[in-house]
């Protein structure tokens, strides 16, 4: 403890240096002041579903939110284009949907997609290649023959030239020139060219993007191309795109424009997806960010055979037939368009009352509601056994279910993390010391010790260590450090003893 002998201390913090009357501490500052995460709704997703997502998540020992949301979005990704939402004739949604999960290392991000992603998508994958092999080799074939006919033709041209006879007409191509693409479903490669090869011919019904961080890939939308954040802002909504090459003097024609989206990002990278201006691209994002839960390994089994057969039934919906083939629009249920109608008034009126980024999600949030109905229904239907039909309209049921997720859930969680994210840096460093303080219990706080032999994230230098000591002061959680009768005072600051009682 700090010898206060030598020191001339102030008699009105006399009593608190002592330890007698210290206030209680402000333990919101380990929480950067964010709001608690609400509880996921698991009900909303039938009773299949839900104690599938239960069983995964008790394996993986991690939150059911690390289960659920990853499931959303890879289901939005197996309907696709096959089938749209349509509230009224003037409006409708594609269902793909883009979810991040957030949460530090070791709270369970990456063993609750894992079972998905490594045991049923890959297997879903698998099917989806079909005999593309086969069909690759043919196309080699012809285009091989396009090439020998060129050449003739191109010889006949010179030797008609020669002679002085008619030139010949040239050859008419049996394949394009652009070798077919393998089908799939997931995508890491997300340059704007690979995505959009891949959308115009091997991914008609939409691909999902998996990132395992998503801060890195959101930061480096414009790395290889000045528009690539505004592609994929675009690419949410489904409506035509053309990309430009310029190696290329073909463009890219993408019919309808979207992608689905699966990552996930630690609390500390937050702040940096931030930085830019609101162009509504985090607006799109569904965010899931649980508190953790005590490891404890579990005894269920995730059977990810029922998964597998269960959305293979989402992976066989196919465009309606056509040239160009055309999404089957699923309309709400005619009580469903009045409650997306009320829904979407409560909205507009508790956006008036947000702020940032929390604005622009209350503005998505009535299409947001729409997208999850028509995943939420087909969710519903590919549980069941027996062979009926897919749902050819969306039930006041799956709205209200998709309105409630929405507003009890998704909102809530946009903003804990936008408020997480809004935190100053002075709080950020205030958490990270308040953090180092409860898991080691010490008296008192070193300046110089945690600068040279502690070494915090984010506290390497004496600056940087003080302000946040001046933090944790104003919650109560250390002492100023007393003046000494000559000289500066010592970068000792008293611990509160009441952080440590049981």
């Given at each position: 403890?700090?010898?206060?002998?030598?020191?001339?201390?102030?008699?009105?913090?006399?009593?608190?240096?002592?330890?007698?009357?210290?206030?209680?501490?402000?333990?919101?500052?380990?929480?950067?002041?964010?709001?608690?995460?609400?509880?996921?709704?698991?009900?909303?997703?039938?009773?299949?579903?839900?104690?599938?997502?239960?069983?995964v998540a008790a394996a993986a020992a991690c939150p059911v939110d690390y289960v659920a949301l990853p499931l959303l979005s890879?289901?939005?990704?197996?309907?696709?284009?096959?089938?749209?939402?349509?509230?009224?004739?003037?409006?409708?949604?594609?269902?793909?949907?883009?979810?991040?999960?957030?949460?530090?290392?070791?709270?369970?991000?990456?063993?609750?997609?894992?079972?998905?992603?490594?045991?049923?998508?890959?297997?879903?994958?698998?099917?989806?290649?079909?005999?593309?092999?086969?069909?690759?080799?043919?196309?080699?074939?012809?285009?091989?023959?396009?090439?020998?006919?060129?050449?003739?033709?191109?010889?006949?041209?010179?030797?008609?030239?020669?002679?002085?006879?008619?030139?010949?007409?040239?050859?008419?191509?049996?394949?394009?020139?652009?070798?077919?693409?393998?089908?799939?479903?997931?995508?890491?490669?997300?340059?704007?060219?690979?995505?959009?090869?891949?959308?115009?011919?091997?991914?008609?019904?939409?691909?999902?993007?998996?990132?395992?961080?998503?801060?890195?890939?959101?930061?480096?939308?414009?790395?290889?191309?000045?528009?690539?954040?505004?592609?994929?802002?675009?690419?949410?909504?489904?409506?035509?795109?053309?990309?430009?090459?310029?190696?290329?003097?073909?463009?890219?024609?993408?019919?309808?424009?979207?992608?689905?989206?699966?990552?996930?990002?630690?609390?500390?990278?937050?702040?940096?997806?931030?930085?830019?201006?609101?162009?509504?691209?985090?607006?799109?994002?569904?965010?899931?960010?649980?508190?953790?839960?005590?490891?404890?390994?579990?005894?269920?089994?995730?059977?990810?055979?029922?998964?597998?057969?269960?959305?293979?039934?989402?992976?066989?919906?196919?465009?309606?037939?056509?040239?160009?083939?055309?999404?089957?629009?699923?309309?709400?249920?005619?009580?469903?368009?009045?409650?997306?109608?009320?829904?979407?008034?409560?909205?507009?009126?508790?956006?008036?009352?947000?702020?940032?980024?929390?604005?622009?999600?209350?503005?998505?949030?009535?299409?947001?509601?729409?997208?999850?109905?028509?995943?939420?229904?087909?969710?519903?239907?590919?549980?069941?056994?027996?062979?009926?039909?897919?749902?050819?309209?969306?039930?006041?049921?799956?709205?209200?279910?998709?309105?409630?997720?929405?507003?009890?859930?998704?909102?809530?969680?946009?903003?804990?993390?936008y408020g997480d994210a809004a935190a100053t840096e002075a709080e950020r460093l205030a958490a990270t010391l308040a953090r180092?303080?409860?898991?080691?219990?010490?008296?008192?706080?070193?300046?110089?010790?945690?600068?040279?032999?502690?070494?915090l994230p984010g506290l390497r230098t004496a600056e940087q260590i003080k302000t946040a000591a001046s933090a944790l002061v104003?919650?109560?959680?250390?002492?100023?450090?007393?003046?000494?009768?000559?000289?500066?005072?010592?970068?000792?600051?008293?611990?509160?003893?009441?952080?440590?009682?049981?």
């Amino acid at each position: 403890m700090v010898d206060l002998t030598d020191f001339e201390v102030d008699p009105a913090k006399a009593n608190g240096i002592a330890g007698l009357d210290w206030s209680e501490p402000d333990m919101e500052v380990l929480r950067l002041r964010r709001r608690p995460p609400p509880r996921l709704p698991i009900e909303i997703f039938g009773d299949e579903w839900g104690q599938w997502i239960v069983d995964v998540a008790a394996a993986a020992a991690c939150p059911v939110d690390y289960v659920a949301l990853p499931l959303l979005s890879s289901a939005s990704t197996l309907i696709g284009h096959a089938r749209w939402a349509q509230a009224t004739l003037g409006w409708c949604e594609p269902p793909h949907l883009w979810t991040c999960v957030v949460g530090d290392s070791g709270d369970g991000k990456s063993p609750g997609l894992d079972c998905l992603h490594r045991d049923v998508l890959s297997m879903l994958e698998t099917r989806m290649i079909g005999d593309f092999p086969e069909r690759l080799r043919e196309w080699r074939a012809a285009r091989e023959f396009d090439k020998a006919a060129e050449k003739q033709w191109q010889d006949a041209v010179r030797e008609a030239q020669r002679k002085g006879k008619v030139i010949p007409a040239p050859p008419r191509a049996t394949v394009s020139d652009t070798e077919p693409s393998c089908p799939r479903l997931r995508q890491h490669d997300v340059t704007v060219e690979k995505i959009a090869l891949l959308l115009a011919s091997a991914a008609p019904k939409g691909v999902l993007i998996v990132r395992d961080e998503l801060a890195g890939w959101i930061n480096g939308m414009d790395a290889y191309s000045a528009a690539g954040r505004a592609f994929w802002i675009e690419a949410y909504g489904g409506r035509p795109y053309r990309v430009e090459r310029v190696k290329h003097p073909v463009p890219i024609d993408i019919p309808r424009l979207a992608v689905a989206v699966n990552g996930g990002t630690q609390p500390e990278r937050l702040a940096q997806l931030v930085t830019e201006s609101d162009d509504g691209l985090l607006a799109r994002i569904q965010w899931g960010w649980p508190d953790p839960i005590a490891f404890e390994l579990g005894d269920d089994t995730p059977r990810p055979a029922w998964a597998i057969a269960a959305l293979d039934r989402l992976r066989e919906l196919d465009l309606h037939p056509g040239n160009p083939p055309q999404p089957v629009r699923i309309p709400l249920v005619p009580d469903a368009v009045s409650m997306l109608q009320d829904f979407g008034r409560e909205m507009q009126t508790k956006r008036t009352n947000a702020g940032g980024l929390l604005r622009s999600a209350y503005g998505k949030a009535r299409g947001t509601a729409l997208r999850l109905s028509i995943n939420l229904e087909f969710l519903w239907w590919c549980a069941r056994d027996g062979m009926a039909p897919p749902p050819m309209q969306i039930s006041d049921v799956a709205f209200a279910a998709a309105a409630m997720l929405t507003d009890e859930y998704f909102m809530p969680m946009a903003e804990r993390v936008y408020g997480d994210a809004a935190a100053t840096e002075a709080e950020r460093l205030a958490a990270t010391l308040a953090r180092w303080i409860v898991k080691e219990r010490p008296d008192e706080i070193h300046v110089r010790t945690l600068q040279r032999c502690v070494r915090l994230p984010g506290l390497r230098t004496a600056e940087q260590i003080k302000t946040a000591a001046s933090a944790l002061v104003e919650a109560d959680w250390l002492w100023e450090p007393p003046k000494p009768a000559f000289g500066k005072p010592r970068g000792i600051y008293p611990v509160n003893p009441r952080l440590f009682e049981a």
